[in-house]
């Protein structure tokens, strides 16, 4: 419940995480992907940045091109520094010669820390990914003409090799 204007502040820094987080994967730019976590943050049986950026990458490597749209953010502050929240998403994703909906609640914790250039919202740990269902689209987009836009209203477009630079990047090992 926002009930100050530190409330609204948290809130709205708090959403951008998954904004950026959604752009961040679908861009396969890991900088800023490893950059919306705490420094401390766990995954597995290890601690940081570089550990998580690992586990990312053994993760993306697995799929093509992803597609993340971020709907519903419940936000509930459990102390001025601490917040855990609800994120509704719809993604798409590429799974070899399949191409798959999926409906994904995150559930998030959120941490406050003050560095040099002010009080910075991240996220406290690694998401937790849950479906309501994932599910095959009976055609993959990725097989599809080129859409020439505006020429065509449907059809393979462009993103994400010539929308960011980072994808080239990422899929030639310069991560």
């Given amino acids: 419940m926002i009930t100050s ?4 502040l948290a809130h709205a ?16 730019d890991m900088d800023m992907l490893v950059d919306l ?13 570089e550990a998580l950026r690992r586990s990312f990458d053994g993760m993306m490597r ?6 993340l749209n971020v709907g519903t953010h419940v936000i509930e502050r459990d102390g001025p ?8 998403a719809w993604g798409q994703i590429q799974d070899g010669d399949r191409w798959i909906i999926q409906s994904i609640l995150y559930t998030d914790r959120y941490v406050r820390r003050t560095g040099p250039s002010g ?12 479906l ?6 009976g055609v993959n987009p990725l097989t599809l ?10 059809g393979m477009g462009d993103v994400p090799a010539a929308a960011f630079p980072t994808w080239a990047r990422y899929w030639e090992g310069q991560s």
């Fill in 119 to 130: 009080d910075r919202w991240y996220f406290a740990r690694h998401r937790r990914h849950r």
């Fill in 37 to 49: 976590f705490a420094e401390d943050v766990r995954t597995g049986d290890e601690v940081g940045r």
């Fill in 81 to 88: 520094d601490d917040a855990r929240g609800w994120v509704y």
């Fill in 62 to 67: 697995e799929v093509g091109i992803t597609i």
């Fill in 13 to 28: 820094q708090i959403r951008e995480l998954a904004h950026r987080y959604s752009l961040a994967l679908d861009s396969r």
């Fill in 145 to 154: 003409p080129p859409a020439n836009w505006p020429e065509h209203h449907d």
């Fill in 132 to 137: 309501w269902y994932g599910a095959e689209v």
């Fill in 5 to 8: 204007l530190d409330d609204v």
